[in-house]
Every structure is written in C-alpha cells, then in structure tokens.
C-alpha cells in the first residue's frame, strides 16, 4: 500500500509470481488448483506448485505481469478525489 500511496507500481518477487500464477488458472483447472492452495495458504500448496510445467509457466509470466502492473494514484491525486 505504501508503494501505492506514493504513485509507484508494487515490486516484491512473491507478489509477481501470485500474478503470474492466477494468468494460467483462468485456462487449466489444474494451475486453478494450485493457485487456490497457494492463496489459501492450503499446506499442500508447495506440493501443486511442483506440478511439472506450473513453476516453468510461472516463471515465463513474471515479466509479463510486472511489465502490466500500473502505478496508483498518488497522495495527492487521492485526496484531489476524495474532496470531490
């Protein structure tokens, strides 16, 4: 939220791999899986992740991610929004 506040785009490298991770899930039921007990916080998370070709598809869809992340609104644009 800070990076927001201050008009800058979210980078943290666990972020961009959820990211990436949810792309995918929208066209394989198994990715969908796995990306649900990873967001769920499911103890066989790590287990779906290892799933040949996820960690591969994740990896390739990082850039793509970070690369369409927009930046927020800064401070001043929120409160100019607020007012009105």
Do not use: C, N, T
Not at 7 to 20: C, I, L, M, Q, V
Not at 35 to 51: D, N
């Amino acid at each position: 939220m800070d990076a927001h506040a201050a008009g800058h785009a979210y980078r943290h490298p666990d972020w961009s791999r959820a990211r990436a991770l949810a792309l995918p899930a929208r066209r394989d039921a198994d990715v969908l899986r796995a990306e649900r007990a990873v967001a769920h916080l499911v103890p066989r998370a790590l287990g779906a992740l290892q799933v040949p070709g996820i960690a591969d598809a994740v990896s390739r869809l990082v850039p793509e991610v970070e690369q369409h992340m927009p930046a927020g609104p800064g401070r001043e644009d929120l409160l100019v929004a607020l007012a009105g």
